[in-house]
């Protein structure tokens, strides 16, 4: 067998990398930086009721006393000062697609969002730079008293109480910095309920694109599954490349009810001069399942761990993630879980691959509370290296304060084996052809667990095009 | 002398998240007895070995003359995110507990006995240190291994005293393997309940050098122990293997990494314990493939058997790769004894807790049996059978 090098071929962005300009008639921007001012300007933007006001304030606090961390990617490369925290289209959100003004509507159309709706979605909410453009929900969803809504709208009616007693009581401010930045600052995002019993049969997806350079996008996630409910909410975002950094800070905080199930899926495909330093964490109730399917394409830097707790007895979680470091990227990705009731169950399983110096790491933390009898965690993590100037790092943590428990942990690091292209070749297969076969294979694991368009808009951005020798 | 001690040792190579609380560890204390300063001196030295007591900043001249052959760096230099590789780099060779040892042994002047093994000796007996602590005695002291060009030695290391006694046993021992040559490490620390100990290693392999370490943690009840060995050059191996037991309410925080640099390097790291009562132990076990350790391959296992509901175990096995071709393994399994394993004890008529006891035992006379010296080896399985 020859020992020439396969070249794999980066991911092609250009299908995202459309840029719309933003004029100062249509389009409202913030001054960039961050103080007390432009906190109050987002809030009086927003009309928030005051105790919204007043917890932004409170945030803006937390951030200014909140270190970076210390032990993640350099992010020395985002300046606060640059960054507009607040940009909106001059229209309101729309209920209907044809009144959504032309040009949004253009990005949209090009991203295949409304065709994904009429064809295969129960609802969508689509978010263009700091506001909601348009949402809509099939008649028969909403029938079944499904709330999907814009997040302020719903601050507003008759869910104000729930959103209150939900809001950020998941991930707190005091989490981490950026924890504190998004409450100081957040801005759009989708609410969803999901009454008792209710099984939502296909999906709802939320798509969020950032096109004006410099700026922020804080979007705010709440779902809320009740008792014995089901759903499936899809979530896409992306960005066109601009030569400034910019910044995604959003926060999702999903409630998992007993004997419930949600499973959330994200297709992130961010352009290269994004920080995304995104939160995510769902609670679980009693035999509540929480499944969270994430592929990270995007960004220049990612710091990104879902993270379930599981509170309830029973109550399960499954993530499955591929994560796809190219050139210039770092992204630091994985997942944390907590179990704290009884017969809980975690099973965390992700894929992760470098090349063309891209770094890729996997971090993780599995904790076994002293009240989790009978849990069982397992942590599968593989991540293939296609050259020697990329990174793969593995840094998985476990805190176990049991006895009784099962936690069992496998990481592997490699690449493309001889043996297995031998043997293909050996079936008649010419050796890119079993490069790409292997390849492919690699993510499947996490391609599978996507509903059909959205694997091929997967497959789509890998596009691990095996050519040529070097 | 009294010495308060405040030491931040175990640095993880690469910090990760705060709340799990594995990113290094303390050793702190006031007052600690630090009453010798040497090593015991061994009743017999094979021929072809050396040996001589130096200060730890002169032994540390054999590691700083060969820094650059240690250090090697082939491949483009690159950095994990979290890297705290800058923190140790004033060592003369990186140890696994870190500058902060190196920075006690200095103060003190603590003294070490430098064994050189000459060029293509293989020592026909080993080296054995018996370090029988008295009570409340406090020792602080080191080795450096330097086995030459095709030598082999074995240098096994005894920490025991009463059961119940007290005191401070600090221990640096550092390695270099030479082209062909093969150093065999084992320490078996057997000492009473109240005792405060910290082993540190470090070391490095040449082409076709070879490094075996195996070591028991049995006694103490705050022990610290580390080690980093630099696989430098072609076909460098690395073979460690662990048995520890914590009880009561001791604890251990172990730092252990194998550093790849030469090409087809191997290492292999095993760790199998018992944690029972209030025992907490902290593992941080990490596989680094820099660039150009092409064709190499790490493997690291930990088996922790958990027999209390009260125990703590931290793990933090962490693969680092920046090279395409190797291959880097990691498996944990931690948790209580299987069901399956329990129901057939208890069909051959042996109850749960005389199948835990036989479980412990098993696991740690695996290590056990690989004493070298038949009267250790008898000593350590005597200690075992009488743990429960």
């Known amino acids: 067998m020859s020992d020439n090098k396969q070249i794999v071929a980066d991911i092609d962005h250009s299908l995202y990398d459309f840029k719309d300009i933003e004029n100062e008639q249509d389009f409202y921007r913030m001054k960039e930086g961050l103080t007390e001012e432009t906190v109050l300007k987002v809030s009086e933007e927003k009309n928030d009721p005051e105790w919204m006001r007043n917890f932004r304030l409170k945030c803006l606090g937390i951030y200014h006393d909140l270190k970076i961390p210390d032990w993640g990617p350099d992010i020395d490369g985002l300046d606060m000062d640059k960054i507009s925290s607040y940009v909106r289209h001059k229209s309101d959100m729309k209920g209907s697609w044809e009144e959504v003004p032309e040009d949004i509507k253009n990005t949209f159309e090009k991203l295949g969002i409304p065709q994904a709706e009429r064809e295969s979605l129960a609802g969508v909410g689509a978010q263009y730079d700091s506001e909601l453009v348009y949402h809509n929900v099939k008649d028969e969803v909403a029938a079944q008293g499904v709330i999907y809504t814009d997040l302020e709208s719903a601050m507003r009616g008759p869910y104000a109480d729930m959103i209150k007693s939900h809001f950020m009581k998941l991930v707190p401010p005091t989490d981490h910095k950026f924890a504190a930045l998004h409450g100081a600052v957040w801005s759009g995002g989708s609410f969803v309920y999901v009454p008792k019993g209710v099984k939502v049969d296909i999906p709802l997806q939320s798509y969020f694109r950032l096109n004006a350079a410099g700026a922020g996008q804080f979007e705010h996630t709440l779902i809320i599954v009740d008792e014995g409910a089901d759903l499936h909410f899809i979530e896409g975002c992306s960005a066109p490349k601009y030569n400034v950094a910019n910044l995604h800070a959003g926060c999702v905080e999903l409630y998992v009810g007993k ?100 770094i890729g790491t996997y971090r993780s933390s599995v904790v076994i509370n002293s009240t989790a009898k009978k849990a069982k965690a397992s942590v599968s993590c593989d991540s293939l290296m296609l050259d020697s100037i990329s990174r793969a790092d593995t ?76 | 002398m009294k010495k308060d001690l405040n030491m931040k040792v175990n640095v ?65 230099p690159g950095v994990p995110n979290g890297d705290t590789s800058a923190r140790d780099a004033s060592q003369a060779v990186r140890t696994g507990m870190g500058a902060d040892v190196d920075n006690l042994m200095e103060s003190v002047g603590a003294m070490v006995d430098v064994y050189t093994v000459e060029e293509g000796v293989k020592a026909n007996e080993p080296v054995i240190l018996n370090f029988n602590m008295d009570k409340g005695q406090g020792v602080l002291t080191g080795q450096v291994i330097h086995a030459m060009r095709d030598s082999e030695i074995t240098v096994i290391m005894d920490y025991n005293s009463e059961a119940d006694a007290e005191g401070f046993l600090g221990v640096s021992t550092r390695l270099l393997a030479e082209d062909g040559a093969k150093i065999n490490l084992v320490k078996a620390q057997l000492l009473g309940r109240n005792f405060t100990h910290f082993d540190d290693i470090g070391g490095a392999c040449f082409t076709q050098g ?33 048995g520890y037991l914590c009880r009561g309410d001791e604890k251990l925080d172990i730092n252990y990494v194998s550093d790849h640099r030469g090409k087809k390097t191997n290492a292999s790291m095993q760790f199998k314990g018992v944690l029972l009562d209030e025992a907490k132990k902290t593992f941080r076990g990490t596989i680094d493939f820099k660039n150009g350790s092409s064709g190499s391959a790490g493997d690291e296992q930990e088996d922790a058997l958990l027999l209390s509901p009260d125990v703590v175990n931290r793990s933090m096995p962490v693969i680092l790769c920046q090279e395409e071709d190797v291959d880097g393994r990691h498996g944990a399994t931690i948790g209580q004894l299987g069901e399956d394993l329990l129901f057939y004890m208890q069909s051959r008529g042996i109850d749960e807790e005389e199948a835990k006891r036989i479980m412990i035992r098993a696991r740690l006379e695996s290590v056990a049996r690989t004493i070298p010296d038949p009267a250790l080896m008898q000593r350590v399985q005597y200690y075992i059978q009488n743990i429960l």
């Not at chain 1, 592997?412 to 052809?433: V, W």
């Not at chain 2, 290094?24 to 001589?52: F, R, W």
Request: overall charge negative.
């Open chain 2, 12 to 76: 993880l190579p690469v910090l990760t998240y705060n709340f799990l609380h594995v990113n290094d560890s303390a050793i702190t204390g006031s007052d600690i007895n630090i009453d010798k300063l040497v090593s015991p001196e061994a009743a017999s030295i094979p021929q072809g070995v050396s040996v001589k007591r130096v200060s730890f900043t002169e032994a540390g001249e054999l590691f700083r003359q060969n820094s650059e052959r240690i250090l090697v760096s082939t491949g483009v």
């Open chain 2, 210 to 242: 070879a490094i075996n370490i195996t070591t028991l943690e049995l006694g103490a009840s705050k022990v610290w122990t580390g080690s980093y060995i630099n696989l430098a050059e072609k076909e460098a191996e690395l073979f460690s293997n662990m």
């Open chain 1, 259 to 358: 004997n419930a199930r949600l499973r959330y899926s994200t297709i992130e495909n961010w352009s290269k001069n994004m920080y995304n330093l995104n939160t995510k964490r769902a609670i679980v109730e009693e035999g509540g399942r929480m499944e969270w399917v994430s592929g990270s394409f995007g960004s220049h830097t990612s710091y990104l761990y879902p993270m379930t707790i599981l509170k309830g007895d029973e109550s399960q979680m499954e993530f499955t993630g591929i994560t796809f470091a190219g050139k210039g990227q770092n992204l630091d990705t994985g997942a944390k879980v907590v179990h704290q009731g009884q017969r809980t169950s975690s099973f965390i399983s992700t894929k992760s691959i470098s090349k063309d110096g891209g």
């Open chain 1, 395 to 470: 840094i998985p943590g476990m805190d176990i304060r049991t006895d009784d428990a099962d936690v069992g942990h496998e990481a592997k690091i490699g690449r493309i084996s001889d043996e297995a292209i031998f043997y293909l070749m050996s079936r008649g297969i010419s050796e890119e052809d079993a490069k790409a076969m292997i390849v492919s294979g690699f993510a499947n694991p996490v391609s599978k667990e996507l509903p059909l368009e959205y694997a091929v808009e997967m497959n789509n951005l890998i596009k691990l095009e095996m050519s040529g020798n070097m």
